[in-house]
């Protein structure tokens, strides 16, 4: 079951140092273990419902933002968390011809191509790396990548690599999860680690905050930039049903200092601290999913732009003698 704002829904770099971007593989801060998350969607590969509600609500309402858009995308690249479901709903959106899909698990590229689609969307399909994008420069007319980029270890990066494969006037649409989260089970899992081991451990990962997602933006040279964000509750009838769903989804922890077994009545203690502290008459159990949705475009002389400073023809003192004077006369 999956709620929105308590509603019920139905269910390789090729940067300059100009670009204030030296390139991933230069990047000295390891978050994330790129190695073990490319593992864990291998086994979601396999695990993942058809038809996943939260994960398809949010698709949904990345491809509706292209809806709004008179302007067509005849080449797109589709990359990260959950392509599968992007592919499945595009449905005409876009007016995209020709479309790559990429992903850093060769076997989450393996289910998707054995999935038919219902239309002619000419697609290949790639396996490469959102912070070594192999994609060449000015080449694609859409990037969208759902649910994927907040497991990259240079996100900045990441998102120049993106805009630069955009042609000019290229748009880019983007999902991520915030860092409400989990709330939920990060205050149970610090409770529960406190209480048996008198310390705590990053159990659930670190996630970018709704008003960094601006700046990204900007860092990352995009014009036009939009940000909105949408929370989702999910029920579930046990923490152990969480954590399943968490491994479909290959979103399960992947830090680099992480410790590698979590101990049994740590795990236990997690789920029942969970359970007292947030668990509803009917049993049932919330996580909550915050997502952030990020648009921007590549600059390109034919997009609305900002006045010139100083180029305004009516001053402030202008305006407020104006109204001050038609204030006066009633």
């Known amino acids: 079951m999956l709620r929105k704002g308590g509603a019920l829904l139905l269910r ?7 670009d204030g971007f030296s390139g991933p593989s230069q990047s000295k801060v390891k978050i ?28 949904e309402n990345i491809l509706d933002r292209l809806e709004d858009c008179k302007k067509t995308f005849p080449t797109a690249l589709c990359f990260g968390g959950s ?13 995209i011809e020709k479309l790559i899909m990429m992903d850093t698990s060769y076997d989450m590229l393996k289910s ?17 790396d ?46 991520i999860m915030g860092g409400e989260t989990l709330k939920e089970l990060r205050i149970a899992c610090t409770i529960a680690q406190m209480e048996r081991e008198g310390g705590i451990s990053p159990r659930v990962s670190p996630l970018a905050q709704v008003r960094d997602a601006g700046n990204l933006l900007t860092r ?10 949408d929370e989702y509750t999910v029920r579930y009838k046990s923490a152990l049903d969480l954590i399943e769903h968490l491994r479909a989804m290959g979103e399960t922890n992947a830090l ?27 049993g049932t159990i919330p996580a909550t999913y915050q997502i952030i949705y990020m648009t ?27 109204f001050g004077s038609n204030t006066s006369s009633h």
């Open 32 to 59: 994330f273990d790129r190695n073990l998350k490319r593992k864990q969607r291998d086994r979601a590969a396999w695990l993942m419902s058809p038809k996943d509600t939260l994960v398809d609500t949010v698709a």
């Open 220 to 229: 990352a040279g995009f014009t036009l930039p939009g940000v909105d964000m």
């Open 12 to 18: 390789r770099p090729f940067c300059s140092s100009s």
């Open 130 to 175: 959102e912070e070594f994008l192999p994609i060449k420069e000015s080449s694609v007319d859409l990037v969208i990548s759902c649910l994927g980029l907040h497991w990259t270890n240079d996100l900045p990066g990441a998102m120049i690599q993106s805009r630069l494969a955009l042609k000019p006037d290229g748009l880019f649409l983007a999902a």
């Open 296 to 322: 921007g475009w590549r600059e390109h002389s034919s997009q609305q732009q900002p006045k010139r400073r100083g180029s305004a023809t009516v001053s402030f003192q202008d305006l407020q003698k104006q």
């Open 83 to 95: 392509s599968g479901a992007i592919r499945r709903l595009l449905r005409g959106r876009g007016a």
């Open 256 to 282: 680099v200092q992480r410790h590698k077994i979590l101990k049994r009545e740590t795990a236990l203690a997690t789920a029942a601290v969970y359970e007292s502290m947030f668990a509803a008459e009917d």
């Open 112 to 128: 998707c191509q054995a999935t038919k689609y219902d239309d002619s969307i000419e697609t290949s399909y790639i396996v490469g």
